[in-house]
Structure formats: structure tokens, C-alpha cells
């Protein structure tokens, strides 16, 4: 596979490949790597999501406000071992 950059991003890679210590060629193969791994991952909770609604195994949206709207009010709220400072 051959994949065409411009001239700026060969030079911003080989600029960060500098950087960290590598070859711009290794760079690349790692990021792709990197996200190709993110990716198959993302997707995977995609299908699991998916077949969990197939078999009927979801909140309808009100409920789901309720618990977002209960985890805001939880983060808000000062602990006992770290009081708000005013």
C-alpha cells in the first residue's frame, strides 16, 4: 500500500520521529497500529451495543437522563474527605 502525504505532514512526522527517538517509517506503522488497535475496539462496543438492543436490553432515553443527571449532581457535591473550598 502506498499512501500519499503532503509535503508538511512528511515533514511533521519526521519532526516527531526525531523527537521520540525513531525512524519516521516506524513512527507511522506505530500510530497506525495505535489506531487501527482503537478502532477494531470502538467498533467491537459497537456490535455488543447493537446486539444488546436486538435482544431488548436497553433504558429508554428518560431513564438514561435520570442517571446522567444523578452522576452530575454526584460529582458536584463535596466529599466528606474533600470538602468544596469557597
Request: proline share 5%; net charge negative; aromatic share 4%.
Amino acid at each position: 500500500m502506498e499512501v500519499n502525504l503532503t509535503p508538511e505532514q512528511e515533514a511533521q512526522i519526521a519532526q516527531i520521529a526525531n523527537k521520540v527517538g525513531t525512524d519516521p517509517g516506524r513512527l507511522v506503522k506505530d500510530v497506525l497500529a495505535r489506531y487501527l488497535d482503537g478502532e477494531a475496539r470502538f467498533l467491537a462496543a459497537v456490535e455488543k451495543g447493537l446486539a444488546a438492543v436486538e435482544r431488548g436490553e436497553f433504558i429508554e432515553e428518560e431513564e438514561m437522563d435520570a442517571r446522567i443527571e444523578r452522576m452530575f449532581v454526584s460529582a458536584d457535591a463535596p466529599s466528606l474527605d474533600h470538602p468544596r473550598r469557597q
